[in-house]
């Protein structure tokens, strides 16, 4: 069974902080697809960045970052310079397939006060 | 990119009725489709996978008779609530699969209230 774990139920942050999100899984599964989508308060699903288990490059987009280890079954977030707008909840989710059916992490809420 | 629709973006029904919830792939022939759930302040769980001319494969623990799924075209999947209940109250979330692209696109959700 995949299971996905994000310990981090809030985090408050003021502006300009760093703040990094936690997301550790499990699966028997070689192959598999990680996720991370953001859900601002509208309800609607952002996706954010998808990896795949053959490649453990970490990957940064302006000011988002994330650390891929497999030896510890980590998919970390990181918001660089966060702001008001990234004030969301954020899910760390865990697939067989690109297109397959997700498991969800519990979700880590975002708080980013000015 | 890809869109997904879905209609209602939010209903208000009586306890005892039953509502339709309509997820559309609008460029992208949807062989797969998947309905989550999410309570208040709670993750998504998935419900059911629903595959075009067939029957739905619900998850353990959800009502088949109780959330009716239709796939009937390529581009349309259904989620009927039957005699909802105040505690079907919940966000409902499809994605479909786009199978030539190899990719999943999450719809904006239906917010549904049974009062």
């Known amino acids: 069974a995949q299971k996905v774990t994000q310990a981090q139920t809030e985090i408050s942050v003021v502006e300009k902080e760093d703040v990094t999100l936690d997301c550790v899984y499990e699966t028997r599964d070689t192959t598999y697809y990680l996720f991370w989508y953001k859900q601002p308060p509208s309800g609607e699903l952002v996706f954010l960045i998808r990896?795949?288990?053959?490649?453990?490059q970490n990957e940064i987009s302006g000011r988002y970052s994330w650390n891929f280890q497999k030896s510890t079954s980590s998919f970390n977030f990181t918001i660089t310079a966060s702001q008001v707008v990234d004030s969301a909840v954020y899910f760390c989710a865990l697939s067989s397939h690109s297109w397959g059916k997700f498991q969800f992490g519990a979700g880590t809420q975002v708080v980013v006060t000015p | 990119g890809a869109v997904v629709s879905q209609h209602p973006s939010w209903v208000i029904c009586k306890s005892g009725t039953s509502v339709k919830i309509e997820c559309r792939s609008l460029d992208f022939q949807a062989t797969t489709m998947f309905w989550y759930r999410q309570f208040p302040k709670k993750s998504l769980m998935l419900m059911a996978t629903s595959n075009e001319g067939s029957k739905a494969t619900y998850e353990q623990g959800v009502e088949k008779d109780k959330f009716l799924i239709n796939h009937a075209s390529l581009t349309l999947s259904t989620l009927t609530v039957t005699s909802a209940h105040p505690e079907d109250s919940s966000f409902y979330i499809c994605?479909?699969?786009?199978?030539?692209?190899?990719?999943?696109?999450f719809g904006p959700g239906t917010r549904l209230t049974v009062t």
């Open positions: 994605s479909a699969r786009d199978p030539d692209r190899y990719e999943q696109y």
């Open positions: 990896r795949n288990s053959f490649d453990e």
